[in-house]
């Protein structure tokens, strides 16, 4: 009796992880979700993926509008397995709970936006590791990158920074 009670709960707690997951994307202003998009196109492109991923959450995330419309955008975030395969685009949480027998990604992306769209110049940086082959030395190697592309176009200067670090 106890054992079909403890798969009830177990199935509406992946239901409501996953869930929670998708909710969070949803949530995300539209120029953190190109990225989120960038990272999910960019990890699908490996032949040794097999699972479908979905957003799980934000770690951190910043953007410098340096005038005209211009932004450059940095976000660090989760990506997480699902029971579903690779190639579904199925997003229905129902349908793809997450795994929780699957490490997470820790992806960040830094890319250019002009009038919300995302720029092909300077390409848009993708870096998604498995989060426990993640090291400090890479972290700091990802902020440095971004912070030179952010600053390569010259336009941008300390009186022109007005986003939320």
Request: include cysteine; charge should be positive.
């Amino acid at each position: 009796m106890s054992r079909p009670l403890l798969l009830l709960l177990l199935t509406a707690g992946a239901f409501v992880a996953s869930a929670e997951g998708q909710a969070a994307y949803d949530q995300l202003p539209d120029l953190y979700k190109k990225g989120v998009d960038l990272a999910l196109q960019h990890l699908n492109s490996h032949a040794s993926i097999r699972h479908h991923f979905l957003f799980f959450k934000s770690l951190s995330k910043s953007d410098i509008e340096s005038g005209f419309s211009v932004s450059y955008v940095f976000h660090n975030f989760y990506l997480k397995a699902t029971r579903c395969a690779k190639g579904t685009v199925e997003t229905d949480p129902k349908k793809c709970p997450f795994r929780n027998d699957r490490p997470l990604i820790d992806c960040a992306v830094c890319y250019k936006t002009y009038s919300g769209e995302t720029e092909s110049e300077p390409k848009p940086y993708v870096n998604c590791v498995h989060k426990p082959a993640l090291t400090e030395d890479m972290k700091i190697k990802r902020v440095e990158h971004c912070d030179k592309m952010a600053y390569s176009s010259g336009t941008v200067t300390l009186l022109g920074v007005t986003g939320e670090n």
